[in-house]
């Protein structure tokens, strides 16, 4: 497949950025630019991340991307990917989303990792993760594809800063080495109705091995290490739910309490 020229992967850049700011849906880029795969997919997300830097934003941590395998059935793919997290994208526990805000929000359970030291590839391990955690914090992340029904290629959805909208995360922190993080339940209810349980080795088996698969691959694409001080959220754990005006959306954590959203 043909490569994209440097014009061509900022206009997929921008067309991304833009509609997230106008909050509005846009085709897949893919029809325009069928080259566009997922290498293509991470360059044009590098391109993004200048245009929201420029913009004045800054990037306070990462997203990890169908690393569960109820992701994976979900949105019909076997590869995880990444994107940015800005300060910008921050919900405060206790303050509602505004669902005019996007254009049709998700919200997903995911446990998040703040970051000590940093993590430097090509050879991190998930021992060498939970040494360099500063806490684990229970969280709620809010997906917001820029595409026409939620619908993509790979190519699209890392360009696309794989749907990133929103975070929650709890105040409530935890050493990670005193948790079972691999069989540790959740359990995800919107209005008082379940929607999901998992353990959190859905996601990779643990979800510091995902996070240290992503230090890796994030430095053999960058260079660059995840800093200290910098959080990764590893990634869904149960399905995605649509939300609504009205819904109040609950994640309860074995050991680690509640994280909840309301939608206004
Ligand atoms: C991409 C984002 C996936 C997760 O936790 O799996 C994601 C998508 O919209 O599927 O955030
Ligand atoms: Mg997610």
Redesign the pocket.
């Known amino acids: 497949m043909e490569q994209l020229t440097l014009e061509q992967r900022m206009d997929c850049a921008r067309r991304s950025w833009q509609a997230e700011q106008d909050r509005r849906e846009i085709e897949m880029l893919t029809l325009t630019y069928p080259g566009l795969d997922r290498e293509e997919g991470y360059a044009v997300q590098e391109l993004r991340n200048q245009l929201v830097e420029q913009a004045g934003h800054r990037v306070v941590g990462y ?5 569960s395998l109820r ?1 994976r059935q979900q ?1 019909g793919t076997t590869a995880s990917s990444y994107g940015r997290l800005y300060e910008y994208m921050a919900i405060p526990p206790g303050q509602p989303l505004e669902l005019d805000r996007f254009i049709h929000p998700k919200v ?1 359970p ?1 446990i998040t990792f703040v970051l000590g030291r940093d993590l430097c590839g090509p050879n991190v391990t998930a021992a060498q993760v939970m040494a360099a955690a500063e806490c684990v914090v229970c969280s709620l ?1 809010v ?1 917001d ?1 820029r595409y026409v029904n939620f619908k993509f290629t790979g190519g699209d ?1 890392v360009s696309d800063n ?2 990133g909208g929103a975070y929650v995360l709890s105040g409530q922190k935890y050493d990670p080495k005193e948790l079972d993080l691999e069989l540790l339940g959740v359990r995800l209810a919107v209005n008082g109705v379940d929607q999901g349980y998992a353990a959190c080795c859905e996601v990779l088996g643990h979800p510091a091995r995902a996070l240290a698969e992503f230090a890796n691959i994030f430095f053999r694409r960058t260079g660059q290490p995840i800093r200290a001080g910098q959080f990764v959220m590893t ?2 754990i149960t399905q995605s739910i649509t939300l609504s005006r009205g819904d109040h959306v609950s994640a309860r954590f074995a050991h680690m309490g509640e994280v909840t959203l309301d939608v206004i």
């Not at 997203?63 to 690393?67: D, H, N, P, V």
């Open positions: 997203k990890l991307g169908s690393t992701k949105m997903e995911e992340e997906i594809s959805v794989i749907s990634g869904g």
